[in-house]
């Protein structure tokens, strides 16, 4: 069989290594056979030897692939081929008293296979120049790490744009799109950016692709193109194993089923594919049980997660005024684990979080529940306020404030969140002001809440409005932070305080973290302790019974 490329970088270097060395110790016997063919006594003996030596070189070097490997390790070890071309020498000595015309024309065709081995490249650059297309590269790269929540179209007009300038065949277009896909997908640092590469290429690239279907694209029907990409892809092997143990799944067969569901690939063409590369599959190197254990399989969690951005959009359309408790499970239950990142970098990849965004601030606004002054509802009020107002956060932090922002607000309204985000919420580059009209609202409602801080042994929910307690807690903290530096408050007082402040809804806790985070960059190094004490405690989570359902999650 012929030597197989699967297996990491090292080992299809020592491959190439060994290769090299079979080949000059196989040169080796074959001067040395030569040698012996000269006398008499051992001359049958000697020619059956070197033509045992030639049919293995003849073998090694009539494959395309080894001479390329071979090529591999003669530019990784310089010295290790100056011994075969020093073999090369001897053997074409030894053959000058070669009678036997067949032996001599075998041996004469191997040493000019071996002579060729450097020129391999020149040969075929002309080919290599045509085959591969960094722009088209450079673009997908940098769509998929800066870019996940823009429109496909600008892409799609992008990636044409390319396309005609270079004269690149389709095939070969399409087929580097998957290339830099893969690249990204290995190369994404873990965690969210792990999962939003992983939504570029299974969720948003099939969706550029549908787009570019409807381009004229020569005398081909697109699908056949798609076709002939996947089957160049196939033979990166070394790429798509790595992709795979990455994933911990075969990332090949899920996105060849995402691309037939769009229409991209014939029923026909996505099983023979499938088949291709689940044979393929059974020499890759595997990873450790132990090792895989924790690799959780982001290319079918985020494809699961794709329709249910769909449900949870529905669900939120509806009027919840009356029984709001359905809604707060939802939201609940994307809380849990990683499914809220997994379901933002769905809804980003298919342009549906800017959607997303605008309902959670539909949560914030204060008329949208009626709540009568029970203990329950007034909780339940307390935890939508909390999720929603959390969940913007992190979608601003992960995605970028812009997503939030609403493109006109009726009759001059801005909702509280956006305020709050343009004003009050640290982001890389934005200098806070913590002495901001936002961070000073009106100041009865800032006594309030002082004493409702200080002296309650916790919030009594039914009294509060969050987003007016979310706008005053700024002021309410320096207040408290100027009564700790002058000694009226002890360091217990404040502990209740930021108790109180971070028992039931988080996002309190949030808001004066930001006011805290802009007084201290304000404050000298010898200021900032009691300040930066303040932030340690409410950033620490409270473990107690007597906290909101969702807690942990928050």
């Known amino acids: 069989p012929l030597p197989s490329c699967h297996g990491k970088a090292e080992e299809c270097i020592g491959l190439c290594r060994a290769l090299m060395s079979a080949l000059n110790w196989l040169l080796r016997c074959a001067a040395f056979y030569a040698d012996k063919v000269k006398e008499t006594l051992e001359q049958v003996a000697a020619e059956s030897q070197l ?3 030639l049919e293995r070189l003849e073998k090694m070097l009539g494959s395309a692939k080894n001479r390329a490997l071979i090529h591999i390790a003669k530019l ?3 010295s290790s081929w100056s011994a075969v071309e020093q073999s090369l020498v001897k053997l074409g000595e030894s053959l000058n008293s070669l009678s036997n015309s067949p032996l001599r024309s075998q041996a004469d065709d191997c040493i000019s296979l071996i002579k060729s081995i450097p020129t391999m490249l020149s040969v075929h650059s002309e080919q290599l120049n045509k085959t591969g297309f960094p722009t088209v590269h450079a673009v997908v790269l940098l769509e998929g790490t800066m870019n996940l929540t823009g429109e496909t179209q600008p892409l799609v007009e992008q990636l044409m744009m390319v396309k005609r300038m270079q004269r690149i065949p389709s095939p070969l277009f399409v087929l580097e799109i998957w290339k830099a896909c893969f690249v990204g997908l290995i190369e994404s640092p873990e965690g969210t950016e792990e999962l939003k590469w992983t939504a570029f290429t299974f969720l948003k690239i099939p969706q550029v692709l549908v787009k570019l279907k409807k381009y004229p694209q020569g005398e081909k029907d697109f699908t056949e193109d798609v076709n002939c990409a996947f089957e160049f892809l196939l033979k990166l092997t070394p790429l798509l194993d790595k992709a795979d143990q990455r994933c911990n799944c075969d990332c090949t067969s899920l996105l060849l089923q995402e691309c037939s569901k769009q229409g991209l690939l014939s029923e026909a063409n996505m099983t023979n594919l499938i088949t291709k590369r689940t044979a393929d599959r059974e020499h890759a190197p595997r990873l450790k049980s132990a090792e895989n254990a924790n690799i959780q399989p982001n290319p079918g969690l985020i ?13 939120m359309d509806a009027d919840h005024s009356k029984s709001p408790e359905g809604l707060l499970g939802v939201l609940g239950h994307m809380l849990s684990g990683k499914s809220l990142d997994l379901l933002l970098a769905a809804a980003a990849a298919t342009g549906k979080l800017k959607s997303f965004a605008r309902k959670f601030i539909k949560l914030e606004i204060p008329k949208v529940f009626v709540s009568p002054p029970s203990a ?26 812009e997503v939030i922002l ?6 001059g309204e801005v909702p509280f969140f956006e305020t709050w985000m343009l004003t009050c919420m640290p982001e890389e ?7 901001h009209p936002c961070f000073r609202p009106d100041s009865t409602k800032v006594e309030s809440l002082v004493a409702l801080l200080n002296n309650s042994s916790e919030m009594k929910l039914v009294q ?6 979310c706008l005053s807690i700024s002021a309410a903290i320096l207040e408290i932070l100027n009564a700790w530096e002058n000694s009226v408050l002890t360091f217990e007082s404040i502990q209740k305080i930021t108790d109180n402040i971070k028992g039931k809804v988080c996002s309190m806790a949030v808001c004066a973290v930001a006011w805290l985070v802009a007084h201290v960059r304000m404050l000298g190094l010898d200021e900032r302790e009691k300040s930066l004490q303040m932030i340690r405690q409410l950033a620490t989570p409270l473990y107690g019974e007597n906290t909101l359902q969702f807690y942990n999650e928050r």
């Open 51 to 53: 033509k045992m030596c």
């Open 76 to 78: 990784e070890e310089t």
């Open 303 to 315: 494809l699961r997660a794709e329709p249910t951005v769909t449900n949870i959009l529905k669900t």
């Open 376 to 401: 329950k509802a007034a909780s339940v009020r307390a935890l939508l306020f909390d999720i929603s107002f959390l969940m913007l956060c992190h979608v601003a932090q992960t995605y970028g404030s």
């Open 406 to 411: 609403s493109e006109s607000s009726p009759a």
């Open 429 to 435: 580059g934005k200098i806070l002001n913590p002495d």
């Open 464 to 469: 509060m409005k969050w987003h007016e307690a």
